[in-house]
């Protein structure tokens, strides 16, 4: 039976492992197709297989959190008031009951050491006030970083607080407020300690920087742990055992938008900082593109004795569990084609316990012995499912290029023909890539008859930084040409391919790269540009990371202006309209603010006035996400969008089924 889009409502994801002495905690996350809305809810499963679901109404429960001594379950749910707040259920059973009652949303929280209380996040100010309908109200804003996408306006005059709330009282205290947003990453088991991130100048719209702070819990002393690295951007991700070490993840920002991501030691006593990735050329925790995992948690790293800890890393993708010390090199631990998507440590931190994914395996829940290596899978939810779907295995295949090795992976059809077409679908980032992972669409297309050729051109993370950062003031330029030579190896590797019914898709930077591709090759027949770039001008100054983000691509340069009008709009694909002469579909979200709905505007309005064959279609309510978590029918209105009109221009002879 082959694939159909509406399969993914039958999925489910699994994120947030917890492992206790008597089984496992997760969270599930389903897609309903009949509330057209995302769900979540908690679950357990013993040794045996048996699984029992916790939690309030198992739509809203998300993000558990295990108390040190086993006894509680604190997770985040929807209050009767609708805001979130934090829930509390005992481990042996009974019912769920809330714990605290903020005014506004709890964003995150995390366990005091003794089990007594927990911490909590909350942002006093940042609920949107209703207003008449028939009178609304203007919105001032001053910061140059004034919007973001999947939220809108950023609200301004809000206070950032942190606040502990003891486990049989009623109401939280102030442990620490702050008029710019933070993160906590770590919580010290002495129980002295909080470290957090926070922007070092938030007030300097052209400072990336990002530092590591710890709070004094006693004396409410806050410290600077990178001060002797200042422009870096780091978060805490764990402290050791004894307190008195911390692990940070980030980068040292040696370069805009390139440096790669590692991993970081701190040693409290030294107040020593060191990077324990700088002999290693892969990115932590780097991102593989991907369109199924839901709500992670995003752990990074975490200790398992005080000179051993784990890190999730990303290399020629696959996304692993490294191991390593302060004085060890970092090397694969849980490794494979696959995508480690969360993992935690037993108890008696002698096991690992994961959530992975690979291409065929959308999601399940696994365990690795630290000592024999060996793993087994604890509970894989969609088994029964998959085994009916004909899922398709990749290939994998390489070649050199203008001095970079280029990977990508092909996806046959699934059913075999003598003669078919093949999509190019570039993936966005560009500072991502393709790898080990479940990708629904890929798969839906592969079920439709079609090869999908996804490639991993220059620009992306996996393969070293100098890979990542070949692109920079090279857009369209030997980007393009890696894409294109990744069509000719596929059409090798599958002689049935039929080189005359070659389309090309994409998003974001695929966005861009399908402009480019079809505004300076006539070689497709059809083409899907989604939430695109067409006019660096334009994106310079209407998308939330525009300002920063322009300079930083196509200038190699921190910051930026609209000066050289003419470099930038020869980087554009609006500059090249003339050449253009593929049907093509502009798809773009409404509320897209990475790239606004104007760059989708821009570029069909360029094809319908060159007489170049070409529809526009608006999603309302989307966003730059749409592919990955927008409303569940507009993603299949999206992917039957794509099929439909690849399917409209193949030839006759294929149309009528000749």
Known sequence: MALKATDLFKLVSLSYPIATNRGYFFQENRISEVDNTYYQRICFVNPRGQVTVYGTDQKHDRHPKLSPDQQWLAFLSQAADKTTQVFLQAVDGGVAHQLSAEKEDVTDFGWQPDSQAVFLQTTIGAKKKLSDAKRPHPVTVTRAQYKLNGVGLLPENVTYELRVQQRRQKT??????????????????????????????????????????????????????????????????????????????????????????????????????????????????????????????????????????????????????YAGGPDERLTPLIEGRRHVTDFTLTPDHRGVVFTESTMTIPSRLMYFDLATEEEMVLYDPNRRITRSLGLVTPETFNFNRAGFEIEGWYFPPQKATASHPAILYVHGGPAVGYGYTFFHEMQYLAAKGYGVICPNPRGGLGYGEAFTAAVIKHYGQDDYKDCLAAVDEALKLDTTIDPERLFVAGGSYGGFMTNWIVTHTHRFKAA???????????????????????????????????????????????????????????????????????????FYIGLKLHGVETKFMRFPKSNHDLSRNGLPNLRMARLTAITDWFDAHQSKQEAKGE
């Open 528 to 602: 899907v540009t989604q939430r695109s770039i067409a006019n660096w001008l334009s994106m310079y100054g209407t998308s939330d990371i525009g300002y920063y983000f322009t300079p930083w691509e196509l200038e190699g340069k921190w910051t930026g202006d609209l000066s050289d009008v003419q470099g930038l709009w020869e980087f554009s694909p609006l500059a090249h309209i003339d050449f253009a002469k593929t049907p093509t579909l502009v798809m773009h979200s409404e509320d897209d603010q990475r790239c606004p709905i104007g760059q989708g505007e821009e």
């Open 172 to 321: 939280s205290h102030i442990v620490m407020q702050r008029q710019h947003d933070f993160q906590v990453g770590a919580i010290a088991p002495d129980g002295q300690k909080i470290a957090f991130a926070a922007e070092r100048l938030p007030d300097d719209p052209n400072d990336f920087s990002q530092a590591t702070y710890l709070l004094d819990l006693t004396t409410k002393q806050v410290t600077m742990v990178n001060d002797h690295l200042p422009q870096a951007e780091l978060t805490p991700a764990a402290f050791s055992a004894d307190s008195q070490q911390l692990l940070l993840y980030g980068s040292d920002n040696h370069l805009p938008n390139v440096s790669q991501g590692h991993l970081w030691h701190y040693d409290l006593a030294s107040q020593k900082l060191q990077d324990v990735a700088d002999d290693v050329d892969f990115d932590i925790p780097g991102y593989v593109n991907g369109d199924f995992q839901q709500d992670l948690s995003g752990k990074v790293a975490d200790f398992v004795t005080t000179d051993y800890y784990l890190t999730i890393g990303f290399d020629h993708g696959k996304t692993s569990l």
